[in-house]
């Protein structure tokens, strides 16, 4: 309770805020200014006042937050907080991929380094990179680093090709379309609402397929009273406290036990009053690169507001 308070007072000191991604340890939250999904996080991130951003997330979304608020100290609670889909590619990886394919523009997910941002030609998250790619209007492009967001894409726009990097998130991936079938027959009534980091033929057997911050307000506005919920367990226990708290009375199951992304799980509340006490773990990026990754976000945030 009181590292609670503590951290509370640093912030107001510090005219700090902290910007929290709905995969990390719940009781984050408590201390948290804004709590969501990447691009929800990174729009907060660009309007804030604050001097210092503490970002609980992992290092690509601390990274897009400096990104857009170069004047900001941006602060990351533990530094081995990484995302495995997003070092999966480099620029190396990328130039070669491209090279095999010249002329195509470069969608990259957001779940990657600014330096990968700035070689290619636009953003996207989880929850607009359909909108994203249609916006486009073009009739084949190169999609990096999550093969299973590209394939996703592809499925929901009529003529367009999608050709995929190999990349992927190991934690989604162990969903299977058979644990949604299992889960199906134990809980015949629940809707499955799914991230499109699953396997595309998991995201399938879903009854909705969003981002972490669109599943969760699905969950909330639907009349249905169980759900099966295929992404990280932090999203289950986020549903789960609020359903209790605020009465919805509705149940959410995690399609399979152990859903976790291990690094999302590394920051804690200890963490952050360190990082915030000493101000450390500060994010930097190279100006060069900088600008060009910027300008990878800006055409999002301006493709985006397109529907
Ligand atoms: P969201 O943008 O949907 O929160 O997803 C980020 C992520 O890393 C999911 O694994
Ligand atoms: Fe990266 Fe997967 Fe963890 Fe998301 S869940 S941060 S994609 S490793």
């Known amino acids: 309770m009181s590292l609670i308070q503590d951290i509370k007072d640093l912030k107001r000191e510090k005219n700090a805020i902290i910007l929290t991604h709905c995969y990390q340890n719940i009781e984050i939250d408590e201390v948290s200014d804004f709590v969501g999904d990447s691009l929800y996080l990174s729009r907060e991130a660009s309007k804030t006042n604050a001097d210092i951003i503490v970002f609980a997330g992992v290092y690509f979304m601390a990274q897009s937050a400096k990104l857009l608020s170069p004047e900001k100290k941006v602060l990351l609670p533990n530094l081995k907080s990484g995302c495995l889909m997003s070092d999966m590619i480099d620029t190396e990886n990328l130039r070669k991929f491209k090279s095999q394919y010249p002329g195509i ?14 070689e290619s030609d636009i953003c996207c998250t989880s929850s607009n990179a359909i909108n994203i790619v249609r916006n486009l209007n073009v009739k084949k492009v190169l999609f990096v680093p999550d093969t299973y967001l590209g394939k996703w894409v592809e499925k929901n726009l009529d003529d ?3 050709i995929t990097y190999n990349g992927y998130c190991p934690t989604h991936l162990r969903i299977r379309p058979d644990d949604i079938i299992k889960a199906k027959e134990k809980y015949p009534d629940a809707l499955v609402l799914a991230h499109p980091e699953c396997h595309i033929e998991t995201a399938k057997l879903a009854d909705f397929v969003g981002s972490t911050k669109e599943i969760i307000e699905y969950a909330k506005k639907s009349d249905n009273k169980v759900f099966l919920i295929a992404t990280e367990q932090g999203v289950t226990e986020r549903l789960n406290r ?21 690094n999302m799980k590394q920051n804690s509340l200890e963490d952050i009053y360190n990082v915030l006490l000493n101000e450390t773990n500060e994010i930097t990026i190279d100006e060069t690169i900088r600008e060009k990754a910027k300008e990878c976000i800006d055409k999002m945030l301006l493709s985006g507001s397109r529907k």
């Open 105 to 118: 523009p470069v969608v990259c997910y957001i779940n990657s380094t600014a330096e990968v941002k700035a």
């Open 160 to 162: 367009v090709e999608v």
């Open 242 to 262: 609020d359903s209790k708290n605020l009465n919805w009375e509705k149940v959410f199951y995690g399609v399979k036990d152990n859903i976790i992304c291990p």
